[in-house]
Every structure is written in structure tokens, then in C-alpha cells.
């Protein structure tokens, strides 16, 4: 059994920061990419950032330059720090990771695709 848990959701005023984390636990033998999405209200869900293993980073355009996703790899554990926050990025954000759960002579096998409960965000204007 694999489980993501976030936490670090709430709300903020506009101008505000908040840091997310979501923690990864379980049948794990190594974890690809993290990343962390959002679905708004009548939206799609989409990716904000993710970061690979070996800490390179992703970013949509419209949270380049106030949001930085970080990872600790020994905890398991990816991090979203949200800076300048406004009111259109208020959403439910979802922690997603690359996990393997496995391993085959050194190499992660057996990869699930794992979603976290989501936590949610509101900025208030």
C-alpha cells in the first residue's frame, strides 16, 4: 500500500504564502517525479509544478516566479511554497508522485501513479 498525505491548505488573504507538503508512505522503493496539481471549481485539474528525483522543476506559466516546489528525497516528502497569492488560484491542490514499488537488480519496477486526497486553498480578495 502506497499513501500520499498532505497538508498546509487553508485560507489566506490575496498577498499572502502558504507551503503545502505531502508526505509519501508505504511500499516504496524509490519516487520519480512529484509533482502537485490543482482543479478549481468548474475546472479541469491542472499541473502547477512537479520536480524529478534528481531536483529538476517544472512550473506552469502562471506560477513561475511566486511558487516553489521543493522535495525532500530522504522523507519521502514534497513541498509547495505559494507566495503573492491571489484570488484565481484558489482550487484544491493534489500531490501526485511517481512511485516505485519495487526494484529488479537496482532498478524501480512496478510504478504506481499516486494521488493524494487534495488539500484545499482558498485566497480570499
Known amino acids: 500500500q502506497v499513501q500520499l498525505v498532505e497538508s498546509g491548505g487553508g485560507l489566506v488573504q490575496a498577498g499572502g504564502s502558504l507551503r503545502l507538503s505531502c508526505a509519501a508512505s508505504?511500499?516504496?522503493?524509490?519516487?520519480?517525479?512529484m509533482g502537485w496539481y490543482r482543479q478549481a471549481p468548474g475546472k479541469l485539474r491542472e499541473l502547477v509544478a512537479d520536480?524529478?528525483?534528481?531536483?529538476?522543476?517544472n512550473y506552469a506559466d502562471s506560477v513561475k516566479g511566486r511558487f516553489t516546489i521543493s522535495r525532500d528525497n530522504a522523507k519521502s516528502t514534497v513541498y509547495l511554497k505559494m507566495n503573492s497569492l491571489k484570488p484565481e488560484v484558489t482550487a484544491v491542490y493534489y500531490c501526485?508522485?511517481?512511485?516505485?514499488?519495487?526494484?529488479?537488480?537496482?532498478?524501480?519496477?512496478?510504478?504506481?501513479?499516486?494521488w493524494g486526497q487534495g488539500t484545499l486553498v482558498i485566497v480570499s480578495s
Open positions: 501526485n508522485a511517481d512511485i516505485n514499488k519495487g526494484s529488479y537488480y537496482g532498478f524501480g519496477i512496478d510504478t504506481l501513479d499516486a
Open positions: 508505504g511500499s516504496i522503493f524509490s519516487i520519480n517525479v
Open positions: 520536480i524529478t528525483s534528481g531536483g529538476s522543476t
